[in-house]
Structures are given as C-alpha cells and as structure tokens.
C-alpha cells in the first residue's frame, strides 16, 4: 500500500509496535527486552516528548526500524502527510492540510494490519489523527519561524520533494548537441527511498486536471 521509506535497514524484528489507544493517540511500545539500537530509542523517546512528533518522525526520518505491520502502516499514513506538506509553498504561512478523501481513508482502514486498538479505526479517527498532525505541524512550524525551517530541522531528507529539479541528459539524437536540459518535478519517494520524478509537462498537466 504504501512506499517504503527505507534509506537504512535496521535489524529489529518484532521487537516494537504502535497501538492506538482509546482516546486516539499512538503509542510507540517495546514488546521485546533486547537492546534497542540508537535511532529505535530516538524515534521511543520522540513519542515519549510528543506522540504527534514521534509519528512525524517515522516518516521524516525515513527509517525501516522493524517488520512490524502496524509500525509500517503508521509509518505510511505520516508519510502521505508529509508528502502533502512538502508541496506546500515554503514561504506562506502554514494552513492545515486537507484530510485524505473519505475514499482513501476508508481504503487505508481496509488494508490495515491486525493491531492493538485496530478496533478503535474509523474514518473519523484516521481524520481526528491528520487532525493531530496538523496541530502539531502548526505549532513546531511557529516555533521554527516557519515551514522552511522546520523541515529543514525535522525533515532535511524531504527537501526535494515538491520542487522542480533540473538533470543533465545526453541526448543521443542531435551529435551536435550531446546533452539536454530535462526538467522533472519531485512528487515523493519510491522503494528503495528513491526520489520520484515527473517530467515537468506532465506534472503541471496533473495540476490542471486536479484543479
């Protein structure tokens, strides 16, 4: 369902899960004693802080911590939150982002793994939690002086994403003009963490036609 988000693999099967609890927050849990690895006790203590960041985080930091289903749901859903975000313009003040049409949101509830607290999943909870996110996002993004700079503390990897990216191609059909210009626009990333890239054409036609 969702991109994986993994520029650095760490061996911790199992070990961790998130639950959603009753009041609809996340929880960030240990169900295993062995050692924890240094980024699996930074992303534990950020949920600690603040759920809402230690959420943020899983997808801004783009970490596979683990085979756990719900941890890479969760994982997901932030990360089509941060997507979105990152095709906001840098230099306007932050306005919550739209929730997910209910379409989308009832798909993600459908293809949701077993979980503790899945019986508390509603499109109504999945909007509440955007909701959180939203909050949150607006309040770190002040302290920050902005959006620009909040991602560039909370998210350095996503700084391409949303932007217009100009590559050095060979052009093969013109000898005496060897290489071309081609300008692409970031969307997100794919598997493997690749960055995705649409020709500039096309993205702006997609634009148009969402509108």
Known sequence: MFAELADKIIEVPLSCTIRLSPNGSLHFERIESSPAPPPLISIGQAFIDDWRAGWFRLAADKLFIGNDPPIRFWQGVASHFLTALCHVP?????SPLAAPETDQLAEWILQAPPMIGGEYLSIERMMALWGELNKWVASASAEHGGIHQFLVEWAPKWQQVGRVCFHLAENKKDLERPFAFLATYSTGFGAGGKLKHLPLKEAV???????
């Open 90 to 94: 840098t230099e306007v003040e932050y």
């Open 205 to 211: 036609t997609r634009l148009l036609q969402n509108s």
